[in-house]
T-cell receptor, first 112, second 114 residues
Framework: DAMVIQNPRYQVTQFGKPVTLSCSQT?????MYWYQQKSSQAPKLLFHYYDKDFNNEADTPDNFQSRRPNTSFCFLDIRSPGLGDAAMYLC???????????FGPGTRLTVT | QKEVEQDPGPLSVPEGAIVSLNCTYS??????FMWYRQYSRKGPELLMY????GNKEDGRFTAQVDKSSKYISLFIRDSQPSDSATYLCATPNAGGTSYGKLTFGQGTILTVHP
């Protein structure tokens, strides 16, 4: 089945220790998104890629970076995680001609 | 004012009840609307996708859009315990035929008890 896969599902990191979250997709979609979702809140878009073109949301902190080495994979790097960065991180994909987004299962990040 | 407002609940109903979930939006330029279901500790799953005013039905689920009042609803008939989840309304900022940011409501937590 075509899908969006995120690894790891749970990640614990220490305050200030860099962490990388991974997303892969078998849907062959052009667009990949990263959302942050805190408890009982709506998902908040951090950035997205259209193919290799990177689009950062204006209010995304510089602490968050992303890489997309190929169509299938996208990474979220948090350079110096703070306690406020503890959240669920959701990866999503879509075709360029559609607003329908398909989400992965998420990575729950804990910062100690 | 948030662009999409949704009562977070929680909402608790007995099995078999009809559930009504609602959102309001402020931007009259929004044309397309989605409902996502999110089970605990999982990613959102697209349930319904509608355009323009009126109803769209899919099995036990009916999505309704009233553009005159900027109100969108999701009805669940014959609710089941497996419907227990958070339901998020969303609208694409760039319209329905292009990729881009989704603006989500806060989500309504629904519990259907046997």
């Amino acid at each position: 089945d075509a899908m969006v896969i995120q690894n790891p599902r749970y990640q614990v990191t220490q305050f200030g220790k860099p962490v990388t979250l991974s997303c892969s997709q078998t849907l062959n979609h052009n667009v990949m998104y990263w959302y942050q979702q805190k408890s009982s809140q709506a998902p908040k878009l951090l950035f997205h890629y259209y193919d290799k073109d990177f689009n950062n949301e204006a209010d995304t902190p510089d602490n968050f970076q992303s890489r997309r080495p190929n169509t299938s994979f996208c990474f979220l790097d948090i350079r110096s995680p703070g306690l406020g960065d503890a959240a669920m991180y959701l990866c999503a994909t879509s075709r360029a001609t559609s607003s329908e987004q398909y989400f992965g299962p998420g990575t729950r990040l804990t910062v100690t | 004012q948030k662009e999409v407002e949704q009562d977070p609940g929680p909402l608790s109903v007995p099995e078999g009840a009809i559930v009504s979930l609602n959102c309001t939006y402020s931007n009259s330029a929004f044309q397309y609307f989605m409902w996502y279901r999110q089970y605990s500790r999982k990613g959102p799953e697209l349930l319904m996708y509608t355009y323009s005013s009126g109803n769209k039905e899919d099995g036990r689920f009916t999505a309704q859009v009233d553009k005159s009042s900027k109100y969108i609803s999701l009805f669940i008939r014959d609710s089941q315990p497996s419907d227990s989840a958070t339901y998020l309304c969303a609208t694409p900022n760039a319209g329905g035929t292009s990729y881009g940011k989704l603006t989500f409501g806060q989500g309504t937590i629904l519990t259907v008890h046997p």
